[in-house]
């Protein structure tokens, strides 16, 4: 027999519910619009995960989504997720982090940040299908007993980091090759994704509509980066968010943006080079950075650019000359270098010979599928707008920040033209998924640009536990 309290809240439930749809119904018909998109996205979602409909869409669309289906995600494994972010979404924006929040906000973003590496460690990947792990765990004594031998001169940090603490794990507890570097790069993952967390917690508090903009950051296929995943993107990932981040608080909220901002954030997104090279592509929105600062003074501008400049030259050549003298004597390239130990064809004259050339090698569609792997959400919020609300999407994407967070997005799309994988998109995934990023941030900004009703919020998170997290669930081989 059901005890009174699991009634009581039963029926609380189905009230509040029937009074969000009741407050939905009778709402003016834009805000209304917009809820019955979401409402009919996320809809979608669940019938086709419990339906498994959308592996069998034609074209890129059944390969985007593929994930969606109760076949990799089985159903205790889903509940399991969502309960946990939900307590994860209490410590960002609920009582008990407001609570933390009086306190410390620094006490509140590591609280949150442990908790979301907790989860992240639970569903951490043990596939190991995706990226080149496969060829990063074959020769694990070789990486482990060099210390970096798996290493090349384009991801620097990023493939150090991890062989060096697999190493010192090597020769300190005897523990096997293989086994310390899966333990290695866990560590590696997971301690990046805690400060991750911690970093959209801080950047929440200056956010309209801080749910949406937590829901939106952190429930992408891009935390796969941050589970346990072997590969050398985590670091770079963890750098470029951070100063992506940043860049754009200061450019939403008005503040002054000098020197200080166009350098910390070029310091950044020049340590997340050396991390690895494609985070490279990010200089488009750097320029863009230090022409507002420049306030239309071109001098200031020039000032702001050689600064700026010096700033990365010095990293990346401070960087570059620990590694080649002391830490990696006599490492090379391997995406620059060609040859036959080039994982991707060169790409430049490609891009010369125009639009035809860059296609041929890759389908339109192959980029789309690319995109939607790792911002299905945002893509959907974006397009419920659109079609409701266009003007807040203009709004977003006219504001300094969204020009912003276009320019980022303009560079990696260029890159993800000229580049040719060789292991295939979807195992390619990550080297063509920094589209997350500003597409996830241009999301919440048209969000919070909208008068929404406060339904909007949890059919955003069913859309975004469906189509993004569900990217992480699907390669965590573990029992839920």
């Known amino acids: 027999m059901r005890s009174r309290w699991a009634q ?6 189905f009230r509040r519910a029937a009074s969000a749809v009741a407050r939905t119904v009778g709402a003016e018909p834009v805000r209304r619009g917009v809820a019955c998109v979401l409402l009919g996205a996320a809809a979608a979602f669940l019938f086709a995960y419990w339906a498994e409909w959308i592996p069998r869409l034609p074209g890129w669309g059944g390969r985007a989504l593929a994930h969606v289906r109760r076949g990799m995600v089985p159903l205790p494994r889903l509940l399991l997720a969502g309960a946990m972010l939900a307590v994860l979404g209490t410590l960002l924006v609920g009582r008990p982090g407001a609570v933390l929040a009086s306190r410390s906000r620094l006490l509140q973003a590591a609280a949150a940040g442990l908790f979301g590496g907790f989860i992240l460690y639970l569903f951490r990947d043990e596939s190991h299908t995706l990226g080149d792990s496969s060829a990063i765990l074959r020769d694990a004594a070789g990486s482990v007993t060099n210390g970096g031998f798996y290493t090349y001169l384009e991801e620097l940090v990023g493939m150090w980091l991890p062989t060096r603490l697999a190493r010192w794990r090597h020769e300190a507890a005897g523990t096997d090759a293989r086994r310390a570097l899966l333990q290695a790069y866990t560590w590696v993952s997971i301690g990046a994704g805690v400060l991750y967390v911690a970093a959209v917690s801080l950047a929440a508090r200056r956010a309209a509509r801080p749910a949406a903009f937590c829901t939106i950051l952190l429930l992408n296929a891009a935390l796969q980066h941050f589970a346990g995943y072997v ?20 450019l939403r909220s008005g503040l002054e943006t000098g020197m200080g901002t166009v350098l910390g954030t070029t310091a950044l997104f020049s340590l997340a080079v050396t991390c690895h090279g494609v985070a ?26 050689v600064a700026g400049t010096a700033v990365a030259a010095v990293i990346l050549g401070g960087v570059y000359l620990l590694f080649t003298r002391w830490l990696t004597p006599g490492v090379s390239t391997v995406h620059l270098g060609g040859g036959d130990r080039g994982l991707l064809d060169p790409a430049w004259p490609m891009f010369l010979k125009g639009w035809n050339a860059m296609m041929a090698h890759r389908p339109l569609r192959d980029h789309a599928w690319a995109i939607a792997r790792v911002a299905a959400p945002s893509l959907l919020v974006l397009a419920a707008l659109l079609l409701t609300v266009p003007r807040a999407v203009g709004r977003a994407a006219a504001s300094r920040d969204g020009i912003f967070a276009l320019a980022f997005l303009a560079g990696f799309l260029v890159h993800q033209g000229v580049w040719v994988s060789k292991i295939g998109l979807e195992r390619d995934w990550d080297l063509f998924g920094f589209t997350w990023l500003p597409l996830a941030y241009l999301a919440w900004r048209a969000f919070a640009e909208a008068d929404l009703p406060r339904i909007a919020e949890p059919l955003v998170a069913v859309v975004s536990l469906l189509g993004g997290f569900t990217w992480v669930l699907a390669h965590a081989r573990v029992t839920a």
């Open 8 to 13: 009581g809240l039963r029926v609380s439930s």
């Open 280 to 305: 490279v592509w990010s200089v488009g929105a750097l320029a863009w950075l230090a022409a507002v600062a420049a306030r239309g003074h071109p001098l200031r501008f020039a000032r702001f650019t």
């Open 231 to 250: 590969e050398n993107y985590q670091t770079a990932t963890l750098l470029l968010a951070i100063g992506f981040l940043w860049a754009t608080d200061r």
